[in-house]
């Protein structure tokens, strides 16, 4: 993955080449920064340009069987860390080792892709992935080893703020003092999930989204006209994921949006009417029986929509992107009952139902709690 296919970001890309051909090479850095950004690209065009030697970034100008290997991510050289969890096929101590065919493939269909889509790969959506010890205990077995080429190695950790303190606390004395010409690079969504003494050993790079004009122009090199992909582009909010979603009609918000119109319309209609309790509680129940994953995604969705919607309601349209095709739904009308005297509330308890998910509460109790909530957050005087 050569550093002219990834999507903007070219004062990154002018940094890290810079630092390789000044062989300033960081021991550890940790690249931060949102889904769709092009964080995990990024890290392997940066790995691939060092360990092939590649002259400027741009073109195979380096070894070329290298870059062949690097394209395939099966340079022996190149290792990966990224959550996993048990699954039909590996019953007990899942490592990322157990996994890279499925990770490659991932690579390759959907490299801006996100957590959620790599769990539905592994088809455990309603479990949560982990960098456990046993992943630490391969990265350093695997580091201990002399480059197979010769040069340099690297390690490459996904979603590192999915690493549970009892791996992170074993990979601190090597990402302090990694072996001779071997660099870590882990990224991460959101930083303060990682404790406090892996970040302060690794220098930290942020990525901000993309801009509406390179997702763009990456839609209309896939063929779509000018005014769909402006479109689309200025739905996904930097978010490329997102954006390619949008265009296959596949996205997860599309389902999201039906949920969330139905869950207002019965929490509207609740007050005052005790027989609608029924149709929340029915709600409830079909959310719940989704994945901990996907419930948690759909309220990170909510609160997006609470705060497009408070947008609108103080006059900052050309803030909001989201465009609902749930029949009958404007984003205009619901605005008005969002607003600054519920907004912190409403974000508290999504935030609230999130961390209880997070630690396996029973997901239907969680759901009818906030729909109760939400009831009477949304009656609230503005």
């Known amino acids: 993955m050569l550093f002219s296919e990834i999507l903007g970001q070219s004062h990154i890309k002018k940094h890290l080449t810079y630092s390789a051909d000044n062989n300033r090479i960081p021991h550890a850095q940790l690249f931060v920064g949102p889904e769709g950004s ?37 340079h022996p050289d190149l290792h990966f860390a990224f959550p996993v969890a048990t699954t039909d096929k590996v019953k007990s101590h899942p490592v990322s080792s157990h996994f890279l065919a499925e990770w490659r493939t991932f690579l390759k269909e959907q490299p801006y ?28 077995k695997s580091l201990s080893l002399k480059a197979y080429e010769g040069g340099y190695k690297a390690m490459i950790i996904w ?16 990402i302090e003092e990694p072996p001779n010409k071997t660099f870590f690079i882990l990224i991460a969504e959101d930083e303060e999930q990682i404790i406090q003494t892996i970040r302060s050993r690794c220098q930290v790079l942020h990525f901000p989204p993309l801009a509406e004009a390179v997702i763009t122009e990456a839609l209309q090199k896939k063929g779509l006209d000018e005014n769909t992909a402006v479109k689309i582009a ?34 509207f ?43 609108v309601n103080y006059q900052a349209k050309e803030l909001a992107f989201m465009d609902f095709s749930v029949e009958n739904f404007k984003l ?8 600054g ?27 009818t709690d906030l729909s109760i909530k939400l009831t009477r957050l949304l009656h609230a005087k503005e």
């Open 341 to 367: 005297n519920n907004i912190l509330e409403i974000t508290k308890e999504l935030e609230d139902a999130i961390y209880h998910i997070e630690r396996n509460g029973n997901a239907k109790i969680i759901l």
């Open 332 to 339: 205009e009308k619901f605005a008005a009952f969002v607003h």
């Open 234 to 267: 200025h739905q996904a909010n930097g978010n490329y994921n997102k954006a390619i979603d949008l265009v296959n009609r596949d996205s997860e918000d599309l389902v999201f949006e039906k949920w969330f119109v139905v869950w207002v319309r019965a929490a």
């Open 113 to 140: 892709g996100n957590l959620f889509d790599w769990y539905q790969m592994l088809e455990i959506e309603n479990k949560q992935g982990q960098i456990g010890v046993d992943e630490a205990q391969d990265i350093v």
């Open 38 to 74: 092009g964080v995990l690209p990024m890290a392997i065009a940066y790995a691939q340009y060092i360990l092939c030697g590649n002259n400027d970034g741009e073109n195979d100008n380096g070894n070329s069987a290298c870059n062949i290997k690097l394209n395939n991510f099966s």
């Open 269 to 311: 209609k609740a007050r005052g009417n005790k027989a609608i309790i029924h149709e929340l509680l029915s709600w409830s129940e079909e959310v719940a029986k989704t994945g901990r994953e996907t419930q948690k995604k759909f309220l990170l969705f909510c609160m997006d929509v609470f705060r497009q919607a408070m947008l």
């Open 159 to 174: 979603m590192a703020d999915k690493m549970n303190t009892a791996a992170a606390n074993k990979l601190l004395k090597l």
